[in-house]
């Protein structure tokens, strides 16, 4: 069993944004030289997520907004989380997200359907974060 | 190491349902030769869902209506995303619901409490649409 | 390949609560002599769940006042899954919650960021339920 590891790190300049890292994740795939096994990818913090869903703008709007209404983020008062901080809702909102995703890997590259896109998900910004993959396969 | 491949094809003819899928997974399994591992069940589209839940249609219905209170199918015109489609709802259904399952292989079987099934759960239907099956072990 | 697993058993003594299962994990961790791979933990019930957030109570507290928002549990007749049963809010929370962690196992150790650790939500308690722990590696 061949196994591999990576951190990925981001620094979102929003409190909140939605990117696309695919691309990142193509990579590790190949520098693992892992062909057929299972990619785990998840949010090394409790206030992001990683998840699948389309690379398309305007849903990316209705998500914010969506999250928005079912786990405001102000008043920051109302949630008893935010004596000494203020991101209760970012937890909130990355429960709904989730935090991980699992992808096959089938003949060297991520198997996907056809519109499916892994996305970082930032609930907390401003600071560098930091998104795990590890591969286990042969 | 062993591992195992499999799209399984549904065509819903409403645009959301349930169905129990577990019969189908099963036969996965059996196919597979793999008795010790991890097996991935994974909604390839991504207006569509796998999840864990009782196979009981109070619940199916309430589920139904939760979701439709959560993130509600009309006016379609509620959501950035329905400039040409009319499927926002469907993303943000299968948010709540999940994209995919892990679930334990031992002594050759799926590793389930009591009433743990697998469902397909469909958000915009009408058409053919698939499930991926991945297994890997020994 | 290795594989290892395990059933550890809670009983809350209420409806609802949090209990942070990291340190049993470790122990299922150490016992499977697995240093690199993937951890599998999930609620073997379909009205609990496993999960991974901050060990702060004040969050617990949101996190239950939130839940209660979104699928409130009274009055039971609200659902049509309690006509026998009165606890189809339990499911649905564990919809939002989610049934499963994934875990990467590198060098021995559960492979976290500063603050992941892992709960068992409980959302029908009052009696003896599982959760099961699956590791494969090596």
Not at 42 to 66: C, K, P, R, Y
Not at 96 to 118: C, H, N, T, Y
Request: charged share 30%; net charge negative; proline share 3%.
């Amino acid at each position: 069993m061949k196994h591999y590891r990576k951190e990925l790190w981001f620094e979102i300049n929003n409190r909140r944004d939605f990117i696309n890292i695919t691309p990142e994740i193509d990579l590790c795939l190949s520098e693992s030289g892992i062909s057929e096994g299972l990619l785990l990818c998840n949010a090394m913090h409790i206030t992001s997520s990683v998840f699948i869903n389309d690379d398309e703008s305007g849903l990316h709007q209705d998500l914010e907004t969506w999250l928005e209404g079912l786990a405001p983020e102000k008043p920051h008062s109302r949630y008893k989380h935010n004596s000494f901080e203020d991101n209760a809702d970012a937890h909130l909102k990355r429960t709904i997200m989730g935090r991980e995703v699992v992808v096959a890997i089938s003949k060297g590259k991520l198997d996907f359907g056809p519109w499916e896109q892994i996305f970082y998900g930032e609930f907390d910004g401003k600071r560098k974060k930091r998104v795990l993959v590890k591969i286990i396969g042969e």
